[in-house]
């Protein structure tokens, strides 16, 4: 049991190491989501054709609305960012040594996505903060409960991260994931704009983005910050984060996985 401790504080550490040393990636965690949150966000609100002028309780309306959307924005970049380091690791040979170790590969992947998922919970209450500050808030007892929807969008949207990093070759392929994977996950989804607009304009759009799993993990998050609980959120996201998981240990099996196809 010592060695299982001994490992996964070794790569939780590691990678928290490396996010503190690494500080325009903490930088650029929070940029994103605060620049959608302060900029686009007014143009947004006009074309969801919510007020622009006082009272000032209409104004930080579509603010509030989007803040759990741009929170899953923080741990869906974070996962992805997660899957980029997995890929520059074993290029350099680092986790090719991590893995041929004595210990499960299940248990050294799962150590990897619980460092992931904590560094991005702690991304997330950040911006919380920062939010707070201009007065976007939510009910105090929903920054407590929230943690628990953020472990679970996190372990959903690392796995994912996880299992793209399995078929991701070169570093170079990256963008390319950014292009088909990132963004159509994040805009067709709940984080920006309501189901009902959406249904509005396309029924296909709206069937795309009730079951995608980040529209889930959203509503997971916009739920748990007001202290409710969404059941089909959680299970929804909660099967996610099984399959995505499940699929990527299979692609780091080096006799059945992508790895070997790769070879």
């Known amino acids: 049991?010592?060695?299982?401790?001994?490992?996964?504080?070794?790569?939780?550490?590691?990678?928290?190491?490396?996010?503190?040393?690494?500080?325009?990636?903490?930088i650029s965690a929070l940029v994103r989501p605060l620049i959608w949150l302060f900029v686009f966000a007014a143009g947004f609100r006009a074309a969801?054709?919510?007020a622009i002028t006082p009272p000032y309780e209409t104004y930080i309306l579509y603010e509030?609305?989007?803040?759990?959307?741009?929170i899953g924005m923080i741990q869906l970049f974070n996962g992805m960012q997660s899957s980029l380091s997995m890929v520059y690791d074993r290029e350099i040979g680092s986790m090719r040594i991590l893995l041929v170790s004595p210990l499960p590969r299940w248990f050294l992947l799962l150590s990897k996505l619980l460092a992931g998922t904590g560094v991005s919970i702690l991304q997330a209450y950040i911006f919380?903060?920062?939010?707070?500050?201009?007065?976007?808030?939510a009910p105090l007892e929903g920054y407590a409960w929230v943690i628990f929807a953020l472990i679970l969008s996190g372990l959903m949207l690392g796995a994912l991260g996880l299992l793209l990093s399995s078929f991701i070759k070169q570093l170079e392929n990256f963008a390319g994931v950014m292009n088909f994977v990132i963004f159509p996950l994040f805009f067709m989804s709940t984080a920006l704009y309501?189901?009902?607009?959406?249904?509005?304009?396309?029924?296909?759009?709206?069937?795309?983005?009730?079951?995608?799993?980040?529209s889930q993990a959203v509503e997971l998050i916009r739920f748990a910050l007001y202290g409710q609980f969404n059941a089909f959120a959680f299970v929804y996201t909660a099967?996610?984060?099984?399959?995505?998981?499940?699929?990527?240990?299979?692609?780091?099996?080096?006799?059945?996985?992508?790895?070997?196809?790769?070879?």
């Open 1 to 26: 049991m010592i060695h299982y401790w001994r490992a996964m504080t070794g790569i939780v550490g590691r990678e928290l190491s490396r996010f503190i040393t690494q500080r325009e990636r903490f």
């Open 48 to 50: 969801l054709g919510l």
């Open 64 to 70: 509030v609305y989007i803040t759990p959307g741009l």
């Open 128 to 137: 919380l903060a920062i939010a707070w500050g201009y007065d976007i808030r």
């Open 194 to 214: 309501p189901l009902w607009k959406m249904k509005e304009s396309s029924e296909v759009l709206y069937l795309l983005a009730q079951y995608n799993p980040f």
């Open 239 to 263: 099967g996610a984060f099984v399959v995505f998981m499940a699929a990527a240990i299979f692609g780091y099996n080096p006799s059945k996985g992508m790895m070997t196809r790769k070879g």
